[in-house]
Every structure is written in C-alpha cells, then in structure tokens.
C-alpha cells in the first residue's frame, strides 16, 4: 500500500500537470476566439465583397458564433495534440526506450551497430563527404565536433582507386546529393 507521501506527490504531479493543460487550453481557446473574430470581420468583407452585398456572406459573425467555433477548434486541437503523446508519453521518454528496443534486436540478430555506424562513416569519409562521416559519427558517439573531426582524420585511406568514375568534373560522384 502506498504511503500517504507518496499518493500525496502523485495527486501534486497530476495537479501541476492538469494546471498546464488547463491554462493552455485557455490561451488556445481565447486564442481561436480573437482570431475568428478578428479575421472575420477584416478579411472577410475585402476577399469577398460581392458575396457580402448579396447576402451570402455575413459581413460579421456575432461574438457568440466566435465563441462556438472557437471552442470546437479549440477541441480539435487538443485532442490532435493529447493524442500525438506530447503531453503524458513525451518523445523525450520514449527515444530512449526506443534506442533500448533497437539495441535489443542488433544483439538478437548478431548486428553490430558500433562497427556498422563506423564501417559507414570510414564510407563516407572515403568518398570525400567528410562532413556527413563528422555528423554521423557525432549523433552516433556524441563526440564533440573536435573529437569527431580527429577520429575521422585519422582514419586509414585505401591505396586503392574508388569504385566511383570521378575523372571528369562534374561527374556523378563529384555532384552533392539532394
């Protein structure tokens, strides 16, 4: 049984949370509201001027018709926005989780990702993308750019010509990828 403490901290958590969530669902919906009302009134009547003279478009909604919309936006997007996890299940807690998963399934099918990531940025630093071979050993090690530029420099250069025709400038091997 949990100790009062503990049910304490939680109710605090989940109360400090539910702030946040409420005083963004306010500024969102006042938000919405303002934006209905104002775009309405502007840009209505300039985009549509013909239609406003025959009645077909009103040239202003009433602050109740505002107030409608705005809260049926508003309910949209904080569904949308609940639902994609960014508030209960951040992406900050489940990259790692997901780093774990991965690493799990390397191992279990006999994957080295360390040597893989390396044998990829000695790839690339062969094929003079020095750049690429830096930022993919950075995100893989977390080195700092130093640390990442020296291990690349000094990775070993084959004697042997590349695989790639590169002779004539501008060749296909010569271009930057899109």
């Given at each position: 049984?949990?100790?009062p403490?503990t049910t304490a901290t939680?109710w ?5 949370q ?5 005083k963004?669902?306010?500024v969102l919906y006042?938000?919405v509201?303002v ?7 502007v840009l ?14 009103a ?5 109740w ?9 508003s309910?949209?997007?904080l ?7 960014s508030?209960?299940?951040s992406?900050?807690k489940?990259?790692p989780?997901?780093?774990v ?5 390397a191992?279990h ?5 360390d ?6 940025v ?11 071979a830096?930022?993919l050993y950075r995100?893989?090690t ?11 420099d000094g ?5 042997a ?13 010569d271009?930057?990828?899109?």
């Amino acid at each position: 049984m949990p100790t009062p403490k503990t049910t304490a901290t939680k109710w605090e958590a989940l109360g400090a949370q539910g702030y946040h969530v409420l005083k963004f669902a306010l500024v969102l919906y006042v938000s919405v509201l303002v934006v209905f009302k104002g775009t309405w009134d502007v840009l209505v009547p300039t985009l549509f001027p013909g239609a406003v003279e025959q009645g077909l478009v009103a040239k202003t909604i009433s602050w109740w018709t505002a107030f409608l919309l705005a809260g049926a936006v508003s309910l949209v997007l904080l569904w949308a926005r609940w639902t994609s996890g960014s508030w209960f299940g951040s992406a900050s807690k489940r990259i790692p989780l997901l780093e774990v998963k991965v690493n799990a399934i390397a191992t279990h099918l006999g994957i080295d990702l360390d040597a893989a990531i390396k044998a990829e940025v000695a790839a690339l630093s062969e094929a003079g993308r020095k750049a690429q071979a830096i930022d993919l050993y950075r995100g893989h090690t977390d080195a700092d750019l130093a640390s990442a530029k020296e291990y690349v420099d000094g990775l070993p250069r084959s004697a042997a010509p590349s695989a790639t025709p590169s002779a004539a400038p501008g060749a296909a091997a010569d271009r930057p990828r899109d």
